[in-house]
Structures are given as structure tokens and as C-alpha cells.
């Protein structure tokens, strides 16, 4: 089913009034009245409506029920991934959004070859909050992940560490693995932290280990900066019984 | 450690000499007597060695143990993948050999929009081949997983059933998910076949189950055709013990 994200606000309990890009999208679709489609505040609720009225730039809805997104994971996990040169940081936010992430937060760290400007940064912001967006729709999710840039490597350390389980995947850990840290006790928000291209330092590693950040491997190969982040969402779903 | 890739034929007892793109690359690194450097057969032998001699276009090395690669998954997990669009199957075969996969197998499917044809096939097979050799050195594996590209969707199902668990995913179960066919005991060798774009048809999904493949969930969200098999074997690693 054709799946529509609009404000909290505008998901009124009777009837919907799609516009913008959606009534194009609506458009596009040929929609035609009576057909159902989904409307859904991007933050979990969704409404099941049919067509009532399709006229230039605005489609009509009446809302048949709501209910909480059934293609939400109970569990809420964080993927904090150290700015990545290019285009990988849109890669991870795509692939994490279908898999299920709550939220992507990108950071400095110091190896970081690409920290984008303050001044480009907004725009940046936009550009990758739309790509979860769309992200979200097509996998159908009821949810879109936040993407947050933060300041400074502490700043995301003190972050994650407030999840119920923070782990932070680094290639030269090799006694605890992530099965270990999953099977330490169930969470209902997680971590999990990842360093750039160049990896994170060791003294870097030693922080997060202050700061309560329990370190883990992702097994003996080694894996690229976007590669990290997928595999450990994707283990981390599995783990949590969502597949 | 840098890590060269050679025939099982040049992987000798006591020496070995690097040639062609390997001494290059050794160039490249700048190389000198004394220094340490792995070279793996791509069959999951690997030596440890030392250079004796840097000379134009060859570098000799002297053998100083030999042992089985430990970056090695025990279990063989072979991607068979319907045909995607476009570069997909190019990132699926790199993460996929970073991920661990013992082969990567593509083949056609009714609602592929893309399948080579006969005569460039065999370039685009020498060119996958080289993304997994690449992908597979930089994430320090022992073995180059095989690429293989089969004629019909029959023979990907004849194949992919030979092994001791052959799993199918599917958007459209919902009662099997992977960790109950994983939890089914153990195995030395898993498929993990998903589909095109446009997903398989349910008639597909029919043959695959009655060829004896188990046809799973991978959760609720919908996951693109090139996200689905890192998904599942990120988690199959996993469950595998693997990280």
C-alpha cells in the first residue's frame, strides 16, 4: 500500500488533506477515490485512509483507523558513525533507515579525512534528512530516523553512552564479541558506534571505555567504515529477535 | 600486514617471487629486505614472509611459516543473488566478500530487468572477479570468494539446495523467520538466495520451496534487493558466531 508521511499535526483523527509533494506523488500514482493508502506522521502512528476527493494540488482522505506502525522495531537503536569521506554517509543513512535504526548520528573523530563546514552543514542536513525520508517510505516504515551531526567526538561519546547498551565496534578488540554484549541483559535503546576510514585511535577507544562504552569486535575481517555500522544493525536486529 | 594474493601453484614451501600487478603494488609500498608481508593462495593458505630481494618487476620473498588463514568463517555461506540493476551487484560482491561469503553466485529471475548477455558476460565475470580479490585483500581474508554466474533461475535453485541449509528470502512470509531456520542445528554450508527489484514471484517461491529451500523473513521493513543478502549474512554470521 502507497504509504504518505506528513507533519504529527496535519495526521488529524477524521480527515487527511495531502499537498505539496505528496499531492504530486498522489498525483503521479493516479490515485483515484476509494482506493486506500497509508498516512503516517513519520514518528510511529499511521492512519489507514481512503481516497474521498482528488482535485489539482490536493488530495482529500478520510481516516478508516489509526494505530501504531507495525514495521517499527520495539528496540531503538542509534548508529553513530564517524564522517566518512564522500558519499558514504548517505549510503549508511539509506541502508540503516531500511534496516531499521532509530536514528543516525554523524560525528568527528580524528581521523576523519571529511568534517563538512558549519556553513554546508544545514544544507547537508536537509539533503540526508530526505534521504531517510525516503528511505523510510519505500521500505515502509512508520518511522523516519533523525540524522544528527554533532560537534565533537566527547559530544558523541556522552551521547551514546546514555543508551542502555553502548558498544562501540573497533578492529583490534578481539576478547568480547558483539554476541557477548547482546547477551549481557535486553535494552531498550543501543549504541553502536563506528570510526572512519582511517579507524578510530587507540586513545580514542580508551575514552569511549571511560565513558562506559563497552568495546567489541565485528569478527577477524576487517570491514570498511560503511560496511561497519550495516553489519552491526543488521546482527543487532537479528539479535533482538526482529527477523 | 600487507597481504599479496598468488596462484596455489606459486604458494612454494620455502620461496616465492611476486611478479606482475603484486611486485607493482610491493613497489608502490615501498617494500625493503627484512619486512614482513602475508601471501594467501585465496584458497584459505596462507604464508608468513620475509623480503630477501627487491629487483625491477620482481620481488623475492623467503617463506618463514606457513598456516591455514584465520580470518576464515568455518562456515561456507554462498549469496545467490537474482540479477539487480545497474552497479548493485558490484557493491553486493565487495560487502558481501568483506562479510565473509565463501562465493557469490548471480543469476536470472522472471522479473529481472537486467541480465547480461552471453558475450559480455565473460568480461563483466573478470571484472566481478577483481572487485572480490580487491575487497577480499583489503579485508584480510585468506580466500578470494568465486563469482559465478548461473543460465536460469532452475539451476540456482538445483544448486543452492545442495547445501545443508538453503534459506530463501522472501517479503511476503511472515510465520518463518531466519532465526528459526537457523536454530534448525547446524551447518557446514548455508544459501542465502533473495530476489530482483521487483522481488520474486510467488510461483518462484513455490519451486524454491518445493527444490527444498526454507523461504524466511528477514522483518517487517522492506529491504532493497541489494540490501537483503548483506542483511542476511550479517546476521547469519552472527548467529554463526562468528562476531
Given at each position: 500500500m502507497t504509504r504518505f508521511f506528513v507533519t504529527p499535526e496535519e495526521l488529524q483523527p477524521n480527515f487527511i488533506v495531502l499537498t505539496g509533494e505528496n499531492a504530486q506523488h498522489a498525483k503521479v500514482l493516479?490515485?483515484?477515490?476509494?482506493?486506500?493508502?497509508?498516512?503516517?506522521?513519520?514518528?510511529?502512528?499511521e492512519c489507514l485512509c481512503a481516497v474521498s476527493d482528488v482535485s489539482q494540488g490536493q488530495i482529500s482522505l478520510v481516516v478508516k483507523s489509526r494505530r501504531e506502525s507495525e514495521s517499527e522495531a520495539p528496540v531503538k537503536v542509534s548508529v553513530y558513525m564517524a564522517f566518512p569521506k564522500a558519499d558514504k554517509l548517505e549510503h549508511v543513512i539509506q541502508k540503516a533507515t531500511e534496516l531499521g535504526a532509530y536514528e543516525i548520528v554523524a560525528f568527528p573523530s580524528a581521523r576523519c579525512v571529511s568534517k563538512p563546514d558549519e556553513k554546508s552543514i544545514k544544507k547537508k542536513l536537509e539533503r540526508w534528512q530526505k534521504i531517510a525520508a525516503s528511505a523510510?517510505?519505500?521500505?515502509?516504515?512508520?518511522?523516519i530516523p533523525e540524522v544528527l551531526v554533532l560537534d565533537s567526538y566527547r559530544e558523541a561519546l556522552s551521547r551514546a553512552a546514555q543508551a542502555d547498551k553502548a558498544l562501540m565496534f573497533y578492529e583490534n578488540e578481539q576478547a568480547t564479541t558483539l554476541r557477548m554484549a547482546m547477551e549481557q541483559g535486553s535494552a531498550a535503546t543501543i549504541s553502536l558506534?563506528?570510526?572512519?576510514?582511517?579507524?578510530?585511535?587507540?586513545?580514542?577507544?580508551?575514552?569511549?571505555?571511560?565513558?562506559?562504552?563497552?568495546?567489541?569486535?565485528?569478527?577477524?575481517?576487517i570491514l570498511r567504515c560503511e560496511t561497519a555500522p550495516l553489519c552491526a544493525l543488521s546482527a543487532v536486529m537479528y539479535a533482538c529477535g526482529e527477523f
Open positions: 493516479r490515485l483515484k477515490n476509494g482506493e486506500e493508502v497509508l498516512v503516517c506522521d513519520g514518528q510511529g502512528q523510510a517510505e519505500q521500505s515502509g516504515r512508520g518511522r558506534l563506528t570510526g572512519p576510514e582511517g579507524g578510530l585511535e587507540e586513545k580514542e577507544v580508551d575514552m569511549a571505555r571511560e565513558k562506559g562504552l563497552q568495546v567489541c569486535t565485528l569478527g577477524k575481517r
